[in-house]
């Protein structure tokens, strides 16, 4: 038997990860002129944006001073903060925008090179350092979400088991970026000329 249930806006709420996401919104909202109408796919693209630039300014802060693994361990757990005080906009930042917008493009674009120059200096590059960065805000994002929501069990610190994942996935770009170091020095070496058969 089917019953019907009507639900209040406090109730729909209840849940840590709506109510963040709502507040963090609104928040950015309550700053939106409220003279000008906005379609939903562009309050996405303004909501991308604005992350992709406070994340930028953050990122480099954390970044300041530091190089190679210390940067990037640096600018991951930077980006799990972002995640866990604007879950809103890390998602919104964390879509693909659904109208192509320029300004979009060039942010998004400024965020990307930031992480990828961090990778760089770790010694990865091209191909691997296009994965590397996907892997690290999969990461991020899905560590900050199950720490929202609670569904890690048997916790006993959320920052010491990120700083575990953190490690792991440090060592797994160091990897990565050893094996292409050795696989250019392979390929720089020199042939040692073939000896001619005598007759």
Known sequence: MNRERSFHVD?????????????????EVEHFSSDRRCTIPELRTFFAIK????????????????????????VAREMRQYALERPA??????????SDCAEWR??????CDLIKSVLAECGVHGRHAEDALDMLRSLVRGFA??????SFLDVYSYDESFERVVE????????IGAAAARARR???RPCAPRSRPTP
């Open 11 to 27: 109730e729909m709420l209840s849940a840590s990860w709506d109510q963040r996401l709502a507040v963090d919104l609104a928040s």
């Open 51 to 74: 992350c992709y630039r406070d994340l930028l300014a953050r990122l480099t802060t954390a970044r300041e001073g530091k190089t190679s693994f210390d940067a990037l361990r640096s």
């Open 89 to 98: 906009l890390w998602a919104a930042g964390s879509r693909t925008s659904t």
């Open 106 to 111: 060039a942010s998004h674009g400024e965020l």
């Open 145 to 150: 979400v199950h720490q929202i929501l609670g």
């Open 168 to 175: 792991i996935y440090v060592a797994g770009v160091g990897s």
């Open 186 to 188: 392979r390929l720089r």
